[in-house]
Structure formats: structure tokens, C-alpha cells
């Protein structure tokens, strides 16, 4: 090999060294945060529209509906926390996705918990798919903090 090839492969190889990352990299990299942040804004603003279905759709008797619905949401729930999970999966650095996913699901909870009566039995449904949310809020509250 010629001395300038070496030259250059030498500086291609130190540069490695001291820039791991390529701006193309990084920007990847940045997509896939801007990505999760999208997706938990998209589940903050899905959640409230589709509470304010199921309380329609519960005002009407129509609880059928309703858990579709509720059902629906908790899918977009579950299509969010994977995003996270790839995007992220290093939830040290990148813990403000989770935590703003888990105070969406916490309020939604909340204001679910208000429109349900637990011991009517005509809300079955609805009541199955509201602990299947806890069961997902439950999980990433046990992500963000580890025993």
C-alpha cells in the first residue's frame, strides 16, 4: 500500500476513535427519541378523546361500545410502550418517554376509575380491559423503578 492510503486509513481509523458517533448517527439516533415522544403525545391525545367516547357511550347504555373503544386505546397503550422499549431501550438516558407514558395512563386510569361502578355487572368488559391497563401501568411503573 501506498503511504497516502495508509495516511488515510489512519486518520479514518483515529477518527472513529474520537468521534464514535457520525452526525448520521446521531440524527438517527435523535428520529427515534422525536419518535417515542411522538407516540406518547399521540397516546396522551388518544387517551382523552377516547374517555370522552367512553363516557358517552356509557351515558347512552351502549357498554359494548364502550369496551371497544377502551380496548382500542389500550392496544395504542401496548403499540407505545414497544416503541419506547426499541427506540429506547436504554431507559437510563432516555427515561422522559416512559415517564410521560405513565402519568397519560395514570390519569386515564383515573378518570376511567370515575365513570366505572365496579359492582355492576353489565360493565364486564369494560372492567377487563381497565385491568388490563393497570396491569400495563403497573409494568412500566415497575420499569421506571426497579425493586
Request: hydrophobic fraction near 40%; charged fraction near 25%; charge should be positive.
Amino acid at each position: 500500500m501506498s503511504r497516502s492510503v495508509l495516511a488515510l486509513l489512519a486518520i479514518v481509523i483515529l477518527s472513529q476513535a474520537a468521534f464514535p458517533e457520525s452526525p448520521a448517527q446521531k440524527l438517527r439516533g435523535r428520529a427515534r427519541e422525536v419518535d417515542a415522544t411522538a407516540c406518547v403525545d399521540g397516546v396522551t391525545n388518544h387517551g382523552n378523546r377516547t374517555l370522552d367516547a367512553v363516557a358517552r357511550e356509557i351515558n347512552r347504555g351502549r357498554l359494548t361500545e364502550a369496551a371497544v373503544r377502551l380496548s382500542e386505546y389500550r392496544d395504542k397503550v401496548q403499540a407505545c410502550q414497544v416503541t419506547l422499549e426499541t427506540n429506547n431501550p436504554d431507559l437510563a438516558n432516555h427515561q422522559r418517554g416512559y415517564k410521560r407514558l405513565e402519568i397519560s395512563l395514570r390519569k386515564s386510569l383515573r378518570r376511567l376509575n370515575s365513570l366505572l361502578i365496579p359492582t355492576n355487572e353489565e360493565e364486564a368488559p369494560l372492567l377487563a380491559v381497565k385491568d388490563q391497563l393497570d396491569e400495563l401501568h403497573r409494568g412500566l411503573i415497575q420499569v421506571l423503578f426497579p425493586d
